[in-house]
């Protein structure tokens, strides 16, 4: 199934009614509620879901948004945290993010699990991408330090974001819930591409499922880290959906598709009828230009 992420067009509504009937109206007979719902649109969500304008496939923590946050905001409580009042934080606003998928009868809420603490490699790497400097002794030393900062102080982040998740998951399973665990485009974000194996092994048997964003995994090939194709292969065994956008060279996301470089003919073998596949576009394009990424998808995908 298609979805379209209300991360288009929640910002230019005040009614979560109109805001769901706005996607429907471009023929998109599923949703996903992404993690820019203000509680004054929840209301709206749920007239349209009972009155059946539209289903809801997917939640995108956290969603709705915290008590006097107003813009979205994913990652303003880390699981990672070292401080335990933030994780609480985020312990409660994913139990209600649950709640809410439930109400609208979702089949999975997406998370971040957080980052570790050191130093944002990944815009810096991004600039010199950028200047044609990749194949640089600058730009390769900067990688080397990434890599040996996160693997020097991941381990206690980590632990930290797994004794959440467990928690969380237990009530994910009593609601019938999956959760999906998002690969990131941040190098310090968890878990790192090389411990997506190893953390999926650990949760297997539960509702912890892989969510593979394509944009994402492209600007981590694009710095050099991942192959694309090859990540995604590899964790296909545990892949629940897809976040589709494109990316331009080297880090522009959230494109349609079609309007990048990502090969999105070589990913074809890994994706399943029974994948959820959310188009998460910019707010910035044009309801033409969805609609344009969309039919491109679907014209390599199938309509399923």
């Given at each position: 199934m298609y979805s379209l992420s209300t991360c288009w067009n929640s910002d230019r509504h005040t009614d979560g009614h109109a805001m769901l009937r706005e996607i429907r109206d471009l023929g998109f007979a599923y949703a996903e509620l992404s993690h820019g719902i203000r509680l004054s649109l929840v209301p709206g969500i749920l007239d349209a879901v009972a009155a059946g304008v539209i289903r809801i496939t997917t939640l995108h923590n956290f969603c709705p948004l915290p008590i006097g946050v107003t813009r979205a905001a994913p990652n303003v409580f880390k699981f990672t945290s070292l401080d335990r009042k933030?994780?609480?934080?985020?312990?409660r606003h994913t139990l209600k993010t649950l709640e809410f998928a439930e109400r609208v009868q979702a089949q999975l809420v997406v998370l971040h699990l957080g980052a570790i603490d050191m130093?944002?490699?990944?815009?810096?790497?991004?600039?010199l991408a950028e200047a044609g400097k990749r194949e640089t002794p600058k730009y390769q030393k900067l990688c080397a330090e990434a890599e040996a900062k996160r693997e020097a102080r991941k381990e206690r982040h980590q632990e930290a974001a797994y004794e959440l998740l467990r928690q969380i998951e237990e009530d994910a399973r009593r609601r019938g819930?999956?959760?999906?665990?998002?690969?990131?485009?941040?190098?310090?974000?968890?878990?790192f591409?090389?411990?997506?194996?190893?953390?999926?092994?650990?949760?297997?048997g539960g509702p912890v499922r892989y969510w593979h964003d394509t944009g994402h995994a492209q600007i981590k090939e694009n710095l050099g880290f991942i192959q694309h194709?090859?990540?995604?292969?590899?964790?296909?065994?545990?892949?629940?959906?897809?976040?589709?956008h494109d990316v331009v060279f080297p880090g522009?996301?959230?494109?349609?598709?079609g309007q990048g470089m990502i090969d999105f003919a070589g990913l074809r073998?890994?994706?399943?009828?029974?994948?959820?596949?959310?188009?998460e576009m910019s707010p910035s394009?044009?309801?033409e230009e969805v609609l344009a990424g969309a039919n491109h998808i679907r014209s390599l995908w199938g309509d399923e």
């Open positions: 933030e994780r609480d934080n985020a312990l130093y944002d490699y990944t815009d810096k790497l991004l600039e819930l999956l959760l999906g665990v998002e690969n990131r485009e941040a190098l310090e974000e968890i878990p591409e090389s411990d997506f194996q190893f953390f999926l092994h650990e949760f297997r194709a090859l990540h995604l292969e590899s964790l296909a065994d545990a892949l629940a959906g897809f976040h589709i522009r996301d959230h494109r349609p598709p073998p890994y994706v399943r009828p029974e994948h959820i596949k959310v188009l394009l044009t309801a």
